[in-house]
């Protein structure tokens, strides 16, 4: 087995090999006790790229190879006709390999980027039955974004996407879980010990009680039980857990602080700014310059200098059309948003680049089209954009898409998402708790802003939502966003609101019934951003989208959310009046919106997403 995190290495070490080597190879490798396949080979990949060995000999493990290479495959050992580069950064796993003596967990266990949370299955007493069970979820859990763990005093042959670790404090502070599910009695009882002054992990126990998949322990004062949250059966399955595990994750924290961590808390703190300081700052800076493109430029990045703060890193902004700040050449990272290359961003760059310090351009969706002459239509970068990427040596893009058309041009990118900012995001969660108060006002469309690129099936939503107005003499719609964008239909409709504020009141959209999402498609792939599908999904609004839209959501939209016919007027129609009509649909699918919205957007994982590109950004630049 080998995680897309190892693979992508591979492919890029394999780039940087002289014609002579024809392959890149990485071995299978020992887990360390508490860790899994895929967080060792996430810490494997922070090792430097040159540390690759060439060799000859036939490779236990996986072995990516150039075009028209001749290998073959004897007893697991792949021997390739040619010199093979050996990448001790890559990782590959076996999951039969023999798992040798029971150990305390290592500190690797855990992840080197805290997006999944860490799950401890433990138990004191031997029991083959019930561990295998444990094996089992725990293979499942890692499938599913969860990193499950195997703390046991015995543990049988089977399949392991982990390596089992021994049970105790020791591991337990090591691994630092998020969540430990306690399969005996023994193992309740001494949880709380192990956990020490880790205040967030919370407790779930097991019973032997097939009626039972899960139930929920009150954290009420008087009615708590320490840090038990819930209780789950034998029967549970692991999607449901997967969702409990990230209920609990979400907070609040089950111990109160303690003396130690008050006193600290109670010390003065000076803060001040530190534009002029050197890479050898204790706090790392960033500073984003912005151009005079698009309206929705600087709320996109309202988000990421918000989450930025909030994991300690000192941010700044300055605009391009202004004298930059003498502290831009010495930033930890310069992030260029909606930049026209020009003679002080081109000497910005370089002077960087002397210095190996990243700066790194943001590939908006107004930038990416239908890719020329193409047998199969793809997106692709336009010309100045990309010239200005390649300056700079690294990018960012807004969707999948984009990264995909950078990674063609083989350049080095990263997906970063649309953030909402903390406050935004709090209110729309408020506003969602008391959106009966206002009652549903219907429809709502955010139709973009002027210079933006428009999608091609905008007008067959528009005569969607014309005949659902003329079918409905109740039905209201709320347009958001440059009124010569609305079609001329809908403007004209005394039950149509225009609303042009970059970021319309969150009781206005926790409101709505229905969100209708429609981004800009190029050869089948979502260009937009999604910050408009974001905010009404934390907000608890479901959002019917076109086909291509859905994998945006993770598959958390189901087929009635989904427009079949998104070309056709009727197509629109049919499905949101079938929407307006299933109050049980729309209830569950805003759920469902909302989870998602909190869960892989929500401040943890934008607080991951901004270390990570503050350090993939940094590695880029020293490599």
């Known amino acids: 087995m080998i995680d897309e995190v190892a693979r992508e290495r591979l492919a890029r070490q394999l780039q940087l090999q002289p014609p002579e080597v024809i392959g890149v190879a990485g071995e299978v490798g020992e887990l360390p006790p508490g860790s899994s396949y895929r967080v060792l080979a996430e810490w494997r990949s922070l090792e430097p790229r040159a540390a690759v060995a060439p060799s000859t000999a036939a490779v236990r493990g996986a072995v990516l190879l150039r075009p028209g290479s001749r290998f073959e495959v004897i007893d697991g050992l792949v021997a390739a006709d040619g010199r093979v580069a050996v990448d001790p950064g890559a990782h590959v796993h076996d999951p039969w390999t023999p798992l040798g003596a029971l150990l305390d967990a290592s500190p690797e266990g855990r992840p080197p980027f805290p997006r999944r949370p860490v799950v401890v299955f433990a138990a004191t007493e031997t029991d083959p039955v019930k561990a295998d069970w444990a094996r089992r979820m725990v293979n499942r859990l890692v499938r599913r974004e969860v990193e499950g763990r195997l703390a046991v005093p015995w543990i049988g042959d089977g399949l392991h996407l982990t390596r089992p670790c021994l049970v105790g404090a020791a591991s337990v502070e090591a691994l630092a879980p998020d969540v430990i599910v306690a399969l005996d009695a023994g193992a309740a009882a001494q949880a709380a010990q192990w956990c020490a002054s880790n205040r967030a992990t919370v407790v779930i126990e097991m019973i032997d009680d097939v009626e039972i998949t899960q139930r929920l322990v009150s954290w009420q004062i008087a009615r708590a039980r320490g840090r038990v949250r819930a209780q789950i059966g034998p029967r549970i399955g692991a999607p449901k857990l997967a969702r409990l595990v990230a209920r609990l994750s979400s907070g609040p924290q089950p111990a109160p602080p303690t003396d130690a961590a008050a006193d600290e808390a109670a010390s003065p703190r000076v803060v001040r700014e530190n534009w002029a300081g050197t890479r050898a700052a204790s706090r790392p800076t960033c500073l984003i310059v912005t151009g005079e493109r698009a309206a929705s430029t600087t709320i996109r990045w309202a988000g990421f200098v918000d989450h930025l703060e909030a994991a300690g890193i000192g941010v700044a902004t300055a605009s391009a059309e202004r004298e930059l700040p003498a502290g831009a050449r010495d930033a930890s990272l310069v992030v260029l948003a909606g930049v026209d290359r020009s003679p002080a961003i081109t000497k910005l760059i370089t002077t960087r680049k002397a210095s190996r310090l990243a700066t790194v351009l943001d590939v908006e969706g107004a930038s990416l089209a239908a890719a020329a002459d193409a047998a199969h239509e793809t997106v692709a970068v336009s010309p100045e954009v990309l010239r200005l990427a390649r300056e700079c040596g690294c990018a960012i893009a807004a969707t999948e898409s984009g990264r995909a058309a950078l990674t063609r041009m083989q350049l080095p990118s990263l997906t970063v998402p649309a953030m909402l900012t903390r406050a935004r995001t709090a209110a729309l969660r408020s506003s969602a708790a008391d959106a009966h108060v206002h009652g549903d006002r219907g429809i709502g469309w955010c139709v973009g802003w002027a210079g933006e690129p428009v999608a091609a ?125 299933d109050e049980g649909a729309r209830s569950g699918a805003g759920a469902e919106a909302r989870r998602w919205a909190s869960a892989v957007h929500g401040s943890s994982a934008c607080r991951m997403t901004v270390n990570r590109v503050l350090g993939w950004a940094q590695y880029e630049a020293q490599s």
């Open 457 to 581: 099936y905008v007008d067959a939503v528009g005569d969607g939502i014309a005949k659902l107005l003329a079918d409905r003499p109740d039905l209201r719609v709320d347009i958001i966003g440059d009124p010569d964008r609305a079609p001329a239909g809908l403007r004209r409709n005394r039950r149509v609101s225009i609303v042009s504020e970059l970021e319309p009141e969150p009781d206005l959209i926790a409101a709505w019934a229905l969100h209708v999402w429609t981004p800009r498609l190029v050869g089948g792939d979502v260009v937009d951003d999604i910050r408009p599908l974001l905010e009404a999904s934390s907000a608890g609004v479901p959002s019917v989208l076109p086909p291509e839209g859905r994998p945006s959501l993770d598959g958390i939209a189901g087929n009635k959310l989904v427009v079949s016919r998104a070309d056709e007027p009727e197509g629109w129609a049919a499905a949101l009046s079938r929407l307006l009509d």
